[in-house]
């Protein structure tokens, strides 16, 4: 089903906050997942690149039953996205993208109820920090192909791949560490 442009983007029960996110969002659609109470939602996402034409490029996010204890499933069939683990995406089959840990993801929704957040306000938090994310790994993508880089810059931060990553979001990036932080969640 098509979902008007005016309406929030279903990607948790209760959906993003489209105004929030109406530039990066070109069109989305909604479809019925393989499980009970799972659905999937088909994004066209705009990519802001500096000097450059504005792309876009295509997502396809899985969203969970339980989508507040297990982390959303994003991923990307564009061709020129990088399919590599220093990209931050599965480097064969579907290019699913590494836009955040597990572990900061529970977290987060953690945190926020316990700062009493409506479930509603939940969801459209952690919608906006999905989309934004992406957005953001998409955009280095884009930037890497424009400029023919092989390897992902060190620059750019991010942090490691698997269990060494876990540890350095659980040591150097916790909520307390992040309590400090105003720019994040993005």
């Known amino acids: 089903m098509i979902i008007e442009r005016s309406t929030p983007i279903p990607l948790c029960p209760l959906g993003v906050t489209a105004g929030k996110l109406k530039e990066l969002v070109d069109s989305w659609t909604v479809i019925p997942g393989p499980a009970a109470k799972t659905y999937r939602v088909r994004l066209r996402l705009n990519i802001h690149a500096d000097n450059a034409p504005r792309p876009c490029c ?10 507040d204890r297990v982390l959303p499933v994003v991923w990307t069939d564009d061709a ?4 590599s683990i220093n990209w931050h995406s599965q480097p064969k089959g579907r290019c699913d993208l590494c836009w955040v840990l597990p572990h900061e993801w529970i977290q987060w929704i953690d945190f926020w109820k316990l700062e009493g957040k409506s479930n509603r306000e939940i ?3 952690a919608g906006d920090w999905l989309v934004t994310a992406c ?3 998409m955009r280095r993508h884009y930037l890497g192909r424009t400029l023919g880089l092989a390897q992902w810059p060190e620059a750019w931060t991010a942090h490691e791949h698997f269990g060494k990553g876990v540890g350095q979001f659980l040591i150097s990036n916790s909520i307390p560490y992040r309590l400090y932080r105003k720019d994040f969640p993005p």
């Open 58 to 67: 295509n997502l396809v996010i899985a969203v969970p039953a339980r989508w």
């Open 80 to 83: 020129w996205a990088y399919r």
């Open 123 to 125: 969801a459209e938090l």
């Open 135 to 137: 957005e953001l790994l």
